[in-house]
């Protein structure tokens, strides 16, 4: 059993789709255990993407490289560097104001192996190279290029934790124990 924090964007309320994404996991078994909405504060968002994960960081940068070449966009001219740890840096101020920009809805998920189950119903990060059938395939039309052009973070409707240690960490950070609950769905009578 793994528990995996969401969160709802911002631009998931403002287009109206909470229901749409939250149907998909809880049809795939995924026991909803913690549930919020809140307007983020910019402290929150901070520690939310912490400035010291350097792989974190790097990743972002990473993925927006690989984007660029495809496209045949010159970083340098683009970003002023083709550093992925700066270009990472620089995505991470982005994401804050992103993420602090509206309200969001904040879900605990849980269910064997949730991490990963969560990252296949969601998608890839950047839309275009996620699959019709997941949330972001079906529903988040925005591009690298054109975010990182207009300098924001792309717009991909969901966060969800990438990893069981992420995950450990994310749920302790947005929620404290008492606001998590436990009951039990039917699947669960079904594999007993
Ligand atoms: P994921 O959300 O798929 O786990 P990451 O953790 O790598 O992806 O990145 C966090 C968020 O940062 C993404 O969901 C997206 O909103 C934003 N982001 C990532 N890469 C870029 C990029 N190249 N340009 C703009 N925003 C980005
Ligand atoms: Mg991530």
């Not at 026991?31 to 994960?53: C, F, L, Q, T, W």
């Not at 300098?151 to 995950?167: C, F, Q, V």
């Not at 124990?177 to 009578?189: G, I, Q, T």
Request: net charge neutral; with cysteine; proline share 5%.
């Amino acid at each position: 059993m793994e528990k995996t924090l969401v969160v709802l964007k911002p631009d998931a309320i403002s287009r109206g789709l909470t229901g749409d994404v939250i149907k998909r996991f809880e049809r795939a078994g995924l026991k909803i255990v913690g549930a919020k909405m809140h307007m983020v504060s910019r402290e929150a968002a901070e520690k939310h993407y912490p400035d010291n994960r350097i792989e974190f960081l790097k990743g972002m940068g990473q993925k927006t490289l690989e984007n660029y070449e495809k496209m045949g966009v010159d970083p340098v001219k683009e970003l002023g560097t083709k550093d992925t740890l700066e270009i990472g840096k620089m995505i991470r101020e982005w994401l804050i104001d992103y993420i602090t920009s509206g309200p969001v809805i904040a879900l605990v998920l849980e269910a064997p192996h949730a991490v990963e189950l969560v990252r296949k119903i969601c998608g890839h990060t950047l839309p275009l190279m996620s699959p019709p059938g997941t949330i972001r395939g079906d529903f988040a039309y925005d591009s690298s290029y054109l975010a990182n052009t207009a300098k924001r973070a792309i717009k991909n409707l969901i966060h969800t934790s990438g990893s069981i240690e992420e995950a450990e960490f994310e749920v302790n950070l947005w929620f404290k124990p008492h606001e998590l609950v436990s009951y039990e769905r039917v699947e669960e009578k079904i594999m007993r």
